[in-house]
């Protein structure tokens, strides 16, 4: 394989205006038929086979008005008043402006409404208008139109206020501006050039752009959900700025050995091309996994991001040796320039050679600090909790989160979240003793909402909100047997409604997860056997990342789910994870954490194949690999953790278990527990049963195969430096 992408980087360099050019190429088709042929993303949330979406369609044709699309205006009073005649008119004059509005099929007056469909609160102060559309999303115009009927119906004694369902509120990551300023400036802390700082961003930035545009072209012919595309910005940018990085940083320093440019850039790709290539293959397989699980916007996640990851390891094997190329030396700082074949005389000891001196000095107590920080962190998952975005997780000052509020001070917490159970084989005598049966513990009230030959629909509204456990509890319990309710056998239930459907998709992500990380593991532990020719330190790679993964979810349970340092974080509210979170959580950091794996671990495998004994591999891979694994986790922190502090909604929580994720696994796992048990395991690490060495294909991820024309790098100094300051 080293020869195969030496061979490629080679090309590359030598003809990088015919490379540079066809990617250029690449990337104005698909910008182009992306602007030209895409088509709007579905926001919709759904998954084949679940009994609460399928009830939930029925009930849609059986009972239009009650499973039909919309949302509420809520209006409301100032505290401690009640709503005026005057107020009355104004809403009767709203009312009229929203049943005009375009997608809007009625609005509903409570003030003129039947009793029974009065949605006035007890003590007079608040309101809604039901409004119901055509579409199940509301459409531009539509929004427009609520809007302005909204804003034309506020008074100084009148608050107005609409749910998602009317005017979604949007809201996304923070400005990636500032996460490329962070990239930016690291690389240039870490390389010292302006030039080549800037060469990572350009190549990573540059096959986001194509893949992610292809990725929305791609719409013209498939049904894409708004999440297929996320993972893969993520991703493509994360790998993207790791695989240039590493190749950028392996060619600085052939130079610095005195070796060509061209034959550097060669070498360059075949080692380091090497390492980037199966941790893009290890990356690639693992999304494309999530097809498996059998989860329609899950599989479109998955793909698309294989894809992006894909897009991103081809343009470091051909478009980064093409931007070397030209660049020649000035990818070098002028000072680094002068010191050119120099390098072994002027070597001196750096942070990363003290750093792992000092663990493998005390392997045993830093792999049990280690483990013992990441198990903390991990301890809060036992109380993991998912569930889908409403109105009452939005950030506070949004018009939604105003409406569920209200609402939830003028009717209860379960106005916001009503629950519809679909009686099956009954006729209307059954409705009182049905009624009667389904108002169970938690439950405020229940109402008959329509019969339908032998179907009656009943909305049962709980005491808690959508995303609160007891709500949870009560469907589960409504979900039990007729005769545990005291039905007769016959009569069916159906539980549905968005927030028994968002119960249940919520589920079944959950169900999928321990099979998928097993799914990831288990590959990851197999390409690594076949890279590193070895039986341990693939099961350390996997169970590391697992703890990695378990530190990340942990902390973030702690903080948005139970509000712990929530005031730094500006958590309001807390409450239970994004639903597909612990997904995307295991794709990203999986993809960042193998990265970082194979940048350390190639480097000591490297030094082992040139004949430095286990110790000094250890420490000199280390030492070599450590400061551009630290640049990429610093990276990835930064433009992470920008989002933690800044992001809203949904967002936040999702950037904020990324930047843990990448700074447990970069600096407690990589930097610290891979040294120390590298060094517990001894030449043990490198052992490999011979029947299985010899079935097993030959990676090479070291190069050993390459026709190196200049000497080995001078790493051999650094080696005896390392192990004459052990002992």
Same mark, same amino acid.
């Given at each position: 394989?080293?020869?195969?992408?030496?061979?490629?980087?080679?090309?590359?360099?030598?003809?990088?205006?015919?490379?540079?050019?066809?990617?250029?190429?690449?990337?104005?088709?698909?910008?182009?038929?992306?602007?030209?042929?895409?088509?709007?993303?579905?926001?919709?949330?759904?998954?084949?086979?679940?009994?609460?979406?399928?009830?939930?369609?029925?009930?849609?044709?059986?009972?239009?008005?009650?499973?039909?699309?919309?949302?509420?205006?809520?209006?409301?009073?100032?505290?401690?008043?009640?709503?005026?005649?005057?107020?009355?008119?104004?809403?009767?004059?709203?009312?009229?402006?929203?049943?005009?509005?375009?997608?809007?099929?009625?609005?509903?007056?409570?003030?003129?409404?039947?009793?029974?469909?009065?949605?006035?609160?007890?003590?007079?102060?608040?309101?809604?208008?039901?409004?119901?559309?055509?579409?199940?999303?509301?459409?531009?115009?539509?929004?427009?139109?609520?809007?302005?009927?909204?804003?034309?119906?506020?008074?100084?004694?009148?608050?107005?206020?609409?749910?998602?369902?009317?005017?979604?509120?949007?809201?996304?990551?923070?400005?990636?501006?500032?996460?490329?300023?962070?990239?930016?400036?690291?690389?240039?802390?870490?390389?010292?050039?302006?030039?080549?700082?800037?060469?990572?961003?350009?190549?990573?930035?540059?096959?986001?752009?194509?893949?992610?545009?292809?990725?929305?072209?791609?719409?013209?012919? =498939?049904?894409?959900?708004?999440?297929?595309?996320? $993972? #893969? &910005? /993520?991703?493509?940018?994360?790998? @993207? %700025?790791?695989?240039? !990085?590493?190749?950028?940083?392996?060619?600085?320093?052939?130079?610095?050995?005195?070796?060509?440019?061209?034959?550097?850039?060669?070498?360059?790709?075949?080692?380091?091309?090497?390492?980037?290539?199966?941790?893009?293959?290890?990356?690639?397989?693992?999304?494309?996994?999530?097809?498996?699980?059998?989860?329609?916007?899950?599989?479109?996640?998955?793909?698309?991001?294989?894809?992006?990851?894909?897009?991103?390891?081809?343009?470091?094997?051909?478009?980064?040796?093409?931007?070397?190329?030209?660049?020649?030396?000035?990818?070098?700082?002028?000072?680094?320039?002068?010191?050119?074949?120099?390098?072994?005389?002027?070597?001196?000891?750096?942070?990363?050679?003290?750093?792992?001196?000092?663990?493998?000095?005390?392997?045993? =107590?830093?792999?049990?600090?280690?483990?013992?920080? $990441? #198990? &903390? /962190?991990?301890?809060?998952?036992? @109380? %993991?909790?998912?569930? !889908?975005?409403?109105?009452?997780?939005?950030?506070?000052?949004?018009?939604?989160?105003?409406?569920?509020?209200?609402?939830?001070?003028?009717?209860?917490?379960?106005?916001?979240?009503?629950?519809?159970?679909?009686?099956?084989?009954?006729?209307?005598?059954?409705?009182?003793?049905?009624?009667?049966?389904?108002?169970?513990?938690?439950?405020?009230?229940?109402?008959?909402?329509?019969?339908?030959?032998?179907?009656?629909?009943?909305?049962?509204?709980?005491?808690?909100?959508?995303?609160?456990?007891?709500?949870?509890?009560?469907?589960?319990?409504?979900?039990?047997?007729?005769?545990?309710?005291?039905?007769?056998?016959?009569?069916?239930?159906?539980?549905?409604?968005?927030?028994?459907?968002?119960?249940?998709?919520?589920?079944?992500?959950?169900?999928?997860?321990?099979?998928? $990380? #097993?799914?990831?593991?288990?590959?990851?532990?197999? %390409?690594?056997?076949?890279?590193?020719?070895?039986?341990?330190?693939?099961?350390?790679?996997?169970?590391?990342?697992?703890?990695?993964?378990?530190?990340?979810?942990?902390?973030?349970?702690?903080?948005?789910?139970?509000?712990?340092?929530?005031?730094?974080?500006?958590?309001?509210?807390?409450?239970?994870?994004?639903?597909?979170?612990?997904?995307?959580?295991?794709?990203?950091?999986?993809?960042?954490?193998?990265?970082?794996?194979?940048?350390?671990?190639?480097?000591?495998?490297?030094?082992?194949?040139?004949?430095?004994?286990?110790?000094?591999?250890?420490?000199?891979?280390?030492?070599?690999?450590?400061?551009?694994?630290?640049?990429?986790?610093?990276?990835?922190?930064?433009?992470?953790?920008?989002?933690?502090?800044?992001?809203?909604?949904?967002?936040?929580?999702?950037?904020?278990?990324?930047?843990?994720?990448?700074?447990?696994?970069?600096?407690?796992?990589?930097?610290?527990?891979?040294?120390?048990?590298?060094?517990?395991?001894?030449?043990?690490?490198?052992?490999?049963?011979?029947?299985?060495?010899?079935?097993?294909?030959?990676?090479?991820?070291?190069?050993?195969?390459?026709?190196?024309?200049?000497?080995?790098?001078?790493?051999?100094?650094?080696?005896?430096?390392?192990?004459?300051?052990?002992?």
């Amino acid at each position: 394989m080293a020869s195969l992408l030496a061979r490629i980087g080679g090309f590359s360099a030598q003809h990088r205006w015919w490379v540079i050019g066809a990617w250029l190429v690449m990337l104005i088709v698909a910008a182009g038929s992306a602007a030209s042929f895409s088509k709007p993303l579905d926001s919709t949330f759904s998954i084949k086979g679940l009994q609460s979406i399928d009830t939930l369609t029925s009930v849609g044709h059986e009972f239009p008005k009650t499973g039909g699309n919309g949302g509420d205006v809520v209006f409301a009073a100032p505290k401690g008043q009640e709503l005026t005649a005057a107020d009355q008119k104004t809403v009767a004059t709203l009312s009229t402006r929203l049943a005009d509005v375009t997608g809007v099929t009625s609005a509903t007056d409570p003030f003129t409404a039947p009793a029974a469909e009065r949605t006035l609160s007890p003590d007079g102060r608040i309101g809604y208008v039901s409004v119901s559309i055509t579409a199940s999303d509301p459409s531009n115009a539509t929004i427009a139109g609520v809007q302005k009927a909204m804003t034309a119906a506020e008074t100084s004694h009148l608050q107005v206020e609409a749910s998602s369902g009317l005017v979604p509120d949007s809201y996304g990551a923070s400005s990636q501006l500032v996460g490329i300023v962070i990239a930016f400036v690291v690389l240039l802390i870490t390389f010292g050039s302006f030039l080549a700082a800037g060469l990572p961003l350009l190549t990573a930035l540059f096959g986001l752009g194509t893949s992610v545009a292809a990725i929305y072209a791609s719409s013209a012919f =498939v049904d894409l959900n708004s999440t297929a595309p996320l $993972l #893969a &910005i /993520l991703l493509a940018l994360a790998v @993207g %700025l790791d695989y240039a !990085l590493f190749i950028v940083n392996r060619h600085r320093r052939n130079l610095l050995s005195g070796m060509g440019v061209q034959e550097s850039i060669r070498l360059a790709a075949g080692t380091a091309g090497s390492a980037v290539f199966f941790a893009g293959a290890t990356v690639i397989v693992a999304l494309a996994g999530l097809s498996v699980v059998g989860v329609g916007f899950l599989s479109q996640m998955g793909l698309s991001a294989a894809f992006g990851v894909f897009v991103a390891l081809l343009v470091s094997l051909t478009f980064t040796p093409a931007i070397l190329s030209i660049s020649g030396t000035k990818v070098l700082s002028r000072r680094a320039r002068g010191r050119i074949g120099q390098t072994a005389a002027t070597l001196r000891r750096t942070p990363a050679s003290r750093w792992v001196a000092l663990v493998t000095r005390r392997p045993v =107590v830093f792999t049990v600090a280690a483990v013992a920080v $990441l #198990a &903390i /962190l991990a301890v809060p998952v036992a @109380g %993991l909790r998912l569930g !889908l975005p409403n109105d009452g997780t939005d950030p506070s000052g949004t018009t939604t989160r105003a409406a569920y509020d209200l609402t939830t001070e003028g009717f209860g917490a379960g106005f916001n979240g009503p629950i519809l159970v679909l009686a099956q084989h009954v006729d209307a005598a059954d409705v009182p003793g049905l009624m009667k049966a389904l108002d169970v513990h938690d439950v405020v009230r229940v109402v008959p909402s329509g019969l339908h030959g032998t179907d009656a629909l009943f909305t049962v509204i709980p005491k808690t909100g959508p995303s609160d456990a007891a709500t949870e509890t009560l469907v589960h319990a409504l979900r039990g047997s007729s005769e545990s309710l005291g039905l007769p056998a016959t009569v069916s239930l159906q539980v549905t409604g968005e927030t028994a459907v968002a119960i249940d998709i919520s589920q079944r992500l959950l169900d999928a997860l321990p099979f998928y $990380l #097993a799914l990831v593991a288990g590959f990851a532990f197999l %390409l690594l056997m076949v890279v590193f020719r070895s039986l341990l330190i693939p099961l350390k790679a996997t169970l590391s990342f697992l703890l990695s993964f378990g530190a990340s979810l942990g902390a973030t349970v702690a903080v948005f789910q139970w509000g712990w340092l929530g005031t730094l974080f500006h958590v309001d509210p807390a409450a239970p994870l994004l639903s597909f979170l612990p997904i995307l959580l295991v794709g990203v950091l999986f993809g960042l954490s193998m990265d970082y794996e194979m940048f350390l671990v190639s480097g000591m495998r490297e030094r082992r194949a040139q004949g430095d004994t286990s110790p000094v591999a250890v420490s000199t891979g280390f030492a070599n690999g450590a400061k551009v694994v630290a640049a990429a986790a610093l990276i990835m922190i930064g433009v992470f953790g920008n989002g933690a502090i800044a992001g809203r909604g949904t967002i936040q929580p999702l950037a904020f278990a990324l930047a843990v994720g990448v700074l447990v696994d970069a600096f407690v796992v990589r930097m610290t527990l891979v040294p120390a048990v590298m060094r517990l395991f001894g030449d043990g690490a490198w052992w490999l049963p011979r029947w299985l060495d010899r079935i097993l294909p030959d990676a090479d991820i070291e190069g050993a195969g390459l026709d190196r024309k200049t000497a080995a790098l001078p790493a051999a100094s650094h080696s005896e430096e390392l192990a004459t300051s052990r002992a």
